[in-house]
């Protein structure tokens, strides 16, 4: 179980850069902060979502957008470094982004999505089976579209940031003292399917990484980052070695990351609420100010058997939190995403992992914790 479970050119930047009033919001170009990370539900451009175009029985590949489109300013690969020319290579009609039958731009058919054999596929719900792949597959087959729409479109509520909570992080930032960071969990915190843990253009890196780069940038200070994430862990392997991987490092905030193993595995959420209960605990117990954010994780594909109790942790997680431990809800954020968007077009394998674009999501929801909102 363990083991399936672990298991920019200067043209079309130019392009861009016409549409926009501000050179510094090319989303992921050259894996830059100061774009990748603007909050998505603060702005009336959205940069570089992903879509995965899909041909169905035949049909011409379509994808849908999180927001209705005013003007679409660009539609490119997801290394950034080709662009695709409307008319020619697509076009947006009947609420669908549509490619074109002679377009160059990369696709997936449904017979490619759901195949035949066994290699390279999971059971799918229902009969059937699932693609799988790990690596870049699913990357260098999505398609990044930047595009203005209409203000506050999201309709979930935003992170707040965390001052009186993480009064002891915060003010540690604040201050330029050091402030160890360790983040903990599973493949998803370890960072997989991120463009850049695979060599890939535009070598987004793991959203743990881009909230500790943020956090020196925009405070400046002295900030420490651990990753002890291991692919395939679940609760009860982060109970088992909270001491070597959490405690021996002396951490001042730990993000708590684990429920996509746990929820595959079925575990019961009370079963899950102890045991990162116990984690907690066993952390301040050695560093009584230690600090904690709890993130409840992305959902697995509903499709799949991997689909099991991960939408339940969310509740438990909420009842741990308090003065010194605050949620992260990933959680809620996907599911709404789904709403509007197909899994392929967010996944970095089509089963249980993040692609750039939703591990974008995670940093922007953490670092709005850790930032106040009026500097983001």
Not at 271 to 290: S, T
Not at 298 to 312: K, L
Request: aromatic share 10%.
């Amino acid at each position: 179980m363990e083991k399936i479970l672990k298991q920019a050119s200067f043209k079309s930047l130019t392009y861009l850069i016409l549409f926009c009033t501000n050179v510094t919001l090319v989303a992921q170009e050259n894996n830059s902060l100061d774009t990748a990370l603007i909050p998505f539900w603060k702005t009336t451009t959205m940069y570089n979502e992903s879509v995965l175009m899909i041909s169905r029985n035949g049909e011409l590949p379509v994808a849908s957008l999180l927001f209705p489109p005013e003007k679409i300013l660009s539609v490119r690969n997801s290394a950034l470094n080709i662009s695709y020319i409307e008319g020619t290579d697509w076009e947006y009609k009947d609420g669908q982004l549509r490619l074109l039958k002679d377009s160059k731009a990369a696709y997936l058919t449904d017979k490619q999505l759901y195949p035949d054999t066994s290699k390279h596929a999971f059971p799918k719900k229902g009969g059937g089976l699932i693609l799988f792949m790990e690596g870049s597959f699913f990357h260098n087959h999505q398609l990044a579209v930047t595009y203005t729409h209409a203000a506050n479109l999201w309709k979930l509520p935003v992170p707040d940031f965390q001052k009186k909570n993480l009064h002891g992080v915060i003010n540690k930032l604040k201050k330029g003292a050091l402030l160890k960071i360790l983040l903990f969990g599973d493949s998803i915190a370890e960072g997989a399917n991120a463009s850049g843990e695979n060599n890939a253009p535009p070598f987004m890196a793991s959203w743990g990484k881009l909230v500790a780069d943020e956090l020196k940038r925009y405070y400046k200070g002295n900030i420490e980052f651990t990753n002890s994430a291991v692919g395939g862990k679940d609760s009860r392997w982060g109970l088992e070695t909270i001491e070597e991987n959490v405690i021996a490092h002396n951490p001042d905030l730990v993000m708590i990351a684990f429920g996509m193993n746990d929820g595959t595995l079925g575990m019961d959420p009370n079963v899950f609420k102890a045991n990162i209960q116990e984690m907690i605990i066993k952390v301040k117990k050695h560093n009584p100010e230690a600090e904690f954010i709890l993130v409840a994780t992305m959902m697995p594909n509903p499709e799949s058997d991997f689909t099991g109790t991960q939408a339940s942790f969310k509740k438990v997680l909420t009842e741990l939190t308090g003065e010194g431990i605050v949620l992260m809800d990933m959680t809620s954020v996907h599911t709404e995403l789904l709403k509007y968007k197909s899994y392929q077009d967010m996944t970095g394998n089509n089963i249980n992992h993040p692609n750039d674009f939703l591990i974008r999501w995670y940093a922007q929801q953490l670092l709005s914790l850790l930032i106040p909102e009026t500097a983001r």
